[in-house]
């Protein structure tokens, strides 16, 4: 796919999408970050659930730590992996406190030293909270990547590496969010709506549907 061809792309999903947003919801970088440790093989609609309920009772490290474990993972157990997800936000929690004044830090080594959280995980925060460009691949952006011959890569790292080196830096800014969604309810895995994709003309999917 040639430079041309990847502009456009991004030009139209900006179009159809001028200010794209993560569907997880959250007031504060601190929420953020807990809503996103707890969406690893979850989806946002079920971390939201729960979160709705959490942040309304505690949504600081402080708060976090002073409900405990026990009554954290009850307030999650709704979330796939709840109890080691529990375990980490309560270990991170005492790592902010204790190492960052409580507030969560904008440096990549540093969320990447706190329990719970890898590599997507600070990309969202970088991306999400604090206005980094950053990119977040996920199952879908991979996927988006490798299908529409935007970014292929064997992995993850290679497709995030490819993205950030051919996305015009106009774009990169959002291109996380337009390329998830775009995943999410578009490119979808199984059969991807291509009748209804804005981008179908300049995709390399040699597969497309009938």
């Known amino acids: 796919m040639n430079a041309q ?17 993560t569907e997880l919801n959250y007031a504060t970088p601190f929420e953020l970050l807990v809503a996103v440790i ?17 942040f309304k ?18 307030q999650i ?15 991170t929690c005492r790592m902010l406190i204790d190492l960052h004044d ?7 080594d540093a969320l990447e030293a706190l329990p719970g959280v890898g590599r997507k995980t600070a990309n969202v925060v970088l991306n999400t909270a604090f206005g980094q460009p950053t990119m977040a691949v996920d199952t879908h952006i991979f996927r988006v990547s490798n299908r529409t ?3 292929p890569g064997k992995t993850v790292l290679d497709v995030e ?13 959002d291109a996380h969010h337009w390329l998830i969604l775009h995943g999410r309810y578009v490119c979808v895995a199984r059969t991807p709506r291509c009748g209804a994709c804005l981008i179908e003309d300049l995709c390399d999917y040699k597969d497309k549907p009938e």
Do not use: C, M, W
């Not at 690893?40 to 309920?53: E, P, S």
């Not at 157990?77 to 270990?91: C, P, V």
């Open 5 to 21: 061809k990847r502009r456009e792309i991004f030009v139209r999903l900006r179009q159809a999408n001028p200010n794209p947003k």
């Open 38 to 54: 707890l969406s690893a093989q979850a989806t946002d609609k079920g971390v939201n659930k729960a979160t709705a309920k959490l």
């Open 57 to 74: 009772i505690a949504n600081t490290p402080e708060a976090i730590l002073k409900l405990g474990e026990t009554r954290l993972k009850q």
């Open 77 to 91: 157990k709704t979330i796939g992996l709840y109890n080691s997800k529990g375990a980490n936000i309560i270990k």
């Open 102 to 108: 409580s507030q969560v830090p904008q440096q990549r």
């Open 149 to 151: 011959g935007l970014a």
């Open 161 to 173: 590496k490819k993205l950030l080196k051919h996305i015009p830096k106009e774009f990169l800014q």
